[in-house]
């Protein structure tokens, strides 16, 4: 089983910053493809931002590419999402996601390990 834990999520001003964590454990490995999805009021999920496998190659949703960062910390098993220049926009439910499978998209069924949200609130 495998277990994803967020933490970070706040109030934020627009133009402000502000950094989520996801610690993992149980049966986890760098391997794993980790991401951050969000789902904005009223709104389906969506992908924010994920990073693959071993590799460690990035992806971000357009909305989001240039002001937000994913990192991971293998040795901690710990996702990180910078996001900068936050907007109104951002406001969300954000939710760290993993996968086995290196070729998932941004489709959220690829994604079978969710943590139970953040919520992060982008005022002004």
């Known amino acids: 089983q495998v277990q994803l834990v967020e933490s970070g999520g706040g109030l934020v001003q627009a133009g402000g910053s502000l950094t989520l964590s996801c610690a993992a454990s149980g049966r986890i490995f760098s391997s794993y493809t980790m991401g951050w999805f969000r789902r904005l009021p009223g709104k389906e999920r969506q992908m924010v931002a994920r990073?693959?496998?071993?590799?460690?190659?990035?992806d971000y949703a357009d909305s989001v590419r240039g002001r937000f960062t994913i990192s991971r910390d293998n040795a901690k098993n710990t996702v990180y999402l910078h996001m900068n220049s936050l907007k109104p926009e951002d406001t969300a439910v954000y939710y760290c996601v993993a996968t086995t499978d290196t070729w998932a998209g941004r489709n959220p069924i690829g994604y079978p390990y969710w943590g139970q949200g953040t919520q992060v609130t982008v005022s002004s």
């Open positions: 990073i693959i496998g071993s590799a460690g190659g990035t």
